[in-house]
């Protein structure tokens, strides 16, 4: 089955900076790969996803970038704030079933 | 109807007990996922319906388990003779195709 790696596991910037987060994929029939944002205590809410025929998508402050010849795909988040500051998960999918593969979860923190 | 509702929000059992679980998913999505989440890690696939139909359960999804989505509307998550190992929070999520919109979960604590 397909396995997802994440990382880091946790991230620290300044207020302003940006943040990478990268994960890889084993499985390569992954086709659809989207990134959640979980703050304490809350729901998992989808806050971007690409498709594999996309290299990049870009939406205000969020990007996400694909490589699908090395399987790996990574969240960009530029002038981060404090409301930033969560756990984000990566996941991947094939197939219509759309389930999804999760990785374990990058907890950032946005220092002001 | 403003999202997945899930119910209850929190649920302490005794281990041996049965629990159940409901979910109310969007009105209009046919597809329903139920997910396992355990402190720190990324939620766990468990089962997927789509309208009325269970196509695809997980290896994680014991005889103990079992779920339901009759009409296809709500679904309930049954856990048999609960483990303390079954402590976890359970997420429930639908969709039409892809970019679920998932429940605040179901904690649930077995002592």
């Known amino acids: 089955g397909e396995n997802v790696e994440q990382h880091p596991s946790t991230l620290s910037v300044q207020e302003g900076d940006s943040a990478v987060i990268k994960c890889t994929y084993s499985?390569?029939?992954?086709?659809?790969f989207p990134w959640y944002k979980q703050e304490l205590g809350k729901r998992p809410q989808l806050i971007i996803d690409?498709?594999?025929?996309?290299g990049e998508k870009k939406d205000q402050r969020i990007a996400v970038t694909l490589n699908k010849t090395a399987k790996h795909f990574s969240l960009h988040i530029t002038e981060t704030q404090p409301e930033d500051s969560a756990v984000y998960f990566c996941a991947a999918s094939g197939g219509s079933n759309y389930k999804l593969t999760f990785g374990k979860g990058t907890l950032l923190t946005v220092n002001p | 109807d403003t999202g997945v509702s899930q119910d209850p929000r929190h649920k302490i059992t005794k281990r041996g007990q049965n629990v159940t679980f409901r979910c109310d998913p969007i009105s209009e999505h046919n597809r329903l996922y139920w997910y396992r989440q355990t402190l720190g890690q990324g939620p766990e696939f468990l089962t997927y319906f789509q309208n009325e139909a269970q196509l695809e359960k997980s290896r994680l999804l014991s005889d103990r388990f079992s779920a339901e989505r009759p009409k296809g509307s709500f679904s309930t998550l049954e856990i048999q003779r609960t483990e303390q190992g079954d402590s976890a929070m359970y997420l429930c999520?639908?969709?039409?195709?892809?970019?679920?919109?998932f429940g605040s979960g179901t904690r649930l604590t077995v002592v």
């Open positions: 499985d390569s029939a992954s086709n659809y």
């Open positions: 690409i498709r594999s025929n996309v």
């Open positions: 999520a639908s969709s039409l195709i892809e970019g679920y919109t």
